[in-house]
């Protein structure tokens, strides 16, 4: 039988250059309890949850300066896009892009992956070029590239995984081969086996073989600080849910030289320069990719979560995550039966993924749930990765700037719990 033992793993917390006791405070959502305990949510790679800060900026936005975009010439309007507009800069800060104007609003990091593969997958890719994504992608970084190959004739292959879950870049130039590599799609921080990979070494091979470089962040932007100039990628994206802000809104951020010479992807009101019967033409960038009423208010609230996360400090919460994540690992390592995946702790981010022997994923997070405690249960929209593994789905924790010690106490003593109840 495991035993709670937070006390001595707390070690993690004084030294910690982040409170997450005290920014806990922030987040209503854990007011509440769950079957009589106290919310341990530990699934934030899925969605993050949202500080007063955030909340209040939407309050706040509605109720005082909302309007739309960019039509009107009145002042409602004109506050309003300037605080859209401050939202774009913020983001580009974020990710010290050189310009404003190379980021672009999208729904989520799934549309801006799909914007890539559209706008500049059909016109330049063709029979003969290769598509290389990786096995451990998400299916938003995987599969509108294996669509948008099958349509234009070009190949489609990944670069393969070694034991822990981590990229053979020794494998690089077998798979590639002589070919003409013409995308390289990869995410930062792999969602279901927590691998921090090796954007800044593929980057140069890639542009050697004339291949673009697009980077999923969307589990990479949430938890350590992302230099879009540092990583050399051409295209990045992330998703504001994932790092306390709005749904329906998110970041892709492109090299402006690539954008202006892109075709847009959504065609409709404000992307335009002039519409003929004959003819249309097209705004600059970005508005050319941000066809119909933006995503105003979340835009908003996606500015004041990088606020947020930009005054708790990036590196505080990489820390704070990477060690909950080393205390999980070698915990749940000591429950029998339990099978973990993925890199050692420091090639990892704040994400475990773990099975235990003879017990479906849904019934340990069932068990876990009636404590309390909610982890992730399934495919982790990773099916290559899980064949490559040779399971259907395994269980996963994640952590956030809001995680507790005791929460992974809890976890490993509720993983137990479910060892026991269906041994
Ligand atoms: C690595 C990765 N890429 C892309 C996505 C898709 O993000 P969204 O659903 O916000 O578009 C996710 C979401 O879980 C993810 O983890």
Not at 187 to 195: E, F, R, Y
């Amino acid at each position: 039988m495991v035993r709670p033992r937070y006390d001595e793993t707390v070690a993690v917390t004084p030294q910690a250059k982040l409170d997450a006791r005290k920014l806990r405070a922030d987040f209503p959502i854990f007011e509440q309890v769950i079957h009589g305990k106290p919310l341990a949510y530990l699934d934030s790679a899925v969605t993050s949850h949202k500080p007063r800060q955030v909340l209040d900026k939407l309050r706040t936005f509605y109720e005082t300066s909302y309007a739309n975009v960019h039509r009107g010439v009145y002042t409602l309007s004109e506050r309003a896009t300037e605080e859209y507009e401050g939202a774009r800069d913020k983001v580009a800060r974020f990710v010290n892009a050189p310009s404003s104007r190379e980021i672009v609003f999208v729904r989520g990091a799934t549309e801006g992956l799909n914007l890539v593969a559209y706008a500049w997958g059909l016109d330049n890719l063709g029979p003969g070029d290769v598509v290389l994504v990786t096995e451990l992608e998400h299916h938003s970084n995987f599969v509108p590239w294996q669509y948008i190959a099958q349509r234009t004739g070009a190949a489609f292959r990944a670069i393969p995984l070694d034991e822990h879950g981590e990229l053979r870049l020794d494998a690089l130039d077998e798979v590639a081969g002589s070919d003409r590599v013409k995308v390289v799609a990869v995410n930062l921080v792999s969602n279901a086996l927590g691998t921090i990979n090796p954007v800044e070494a593929l980057a140069p091979w890639a542009h050697e073989r004339g291949a673009i470089l697009v980077v999923d962040a969307a589990q990479a932007a949430p938890h350590h600080a992302v230099d879009v100039q540092a990583l050399g990628c051409d295209f990045l994206a992330f998703s504001a849910h994932k790092m306390c802000g709005p749904t329906s809104v998110g970041a892709l951020w492109g090299r402006l030289e690539i954008l202006e010479a892109m075709a847009p992807f959504n065609l409709g009101g404000h992307m335009i320069r002039s519409v003929k019967l004959d003819k249309t033409t097209w705004g600059q960038v970005p508005a050319k990719f941000e066809a119909g009423t933006q995503p105003i208010a979340e835009a908003v609230g996606f500015g004041a979560a990088v606020d947020y996360l930009t005054a708790i400090g990036l590196d505080a919460i990489e820390e704070h995550e990477r060690a909950l994540a080393a205390v999980t690992l070698e915990r749940l390592a000591e429950v029998p039966g339990v099978r973990l995946y993925g890199p050692p702790p420091e090639r990892r981010a704040g994400i475990v993924s773990f099975n235990l022997e003879g017990v479906h994923p849904h019934d340990v997070a069932q068990v876990l749930d009636m404590d309390g405690v909610a982890i992730r249960a399934g495919h982790h929209c990773c099916q290559p990765l899980m064949a490559k593994l040779g399971v259907a789905a395994t269980n996963r924790a994640s952590f956030y700037l809001y995680s507790l010690p005791e929460e992974v106490d809890r976890l490993v003593v509720g993983v137990d719990k479910a060892r026991t109840l269906f041994a």
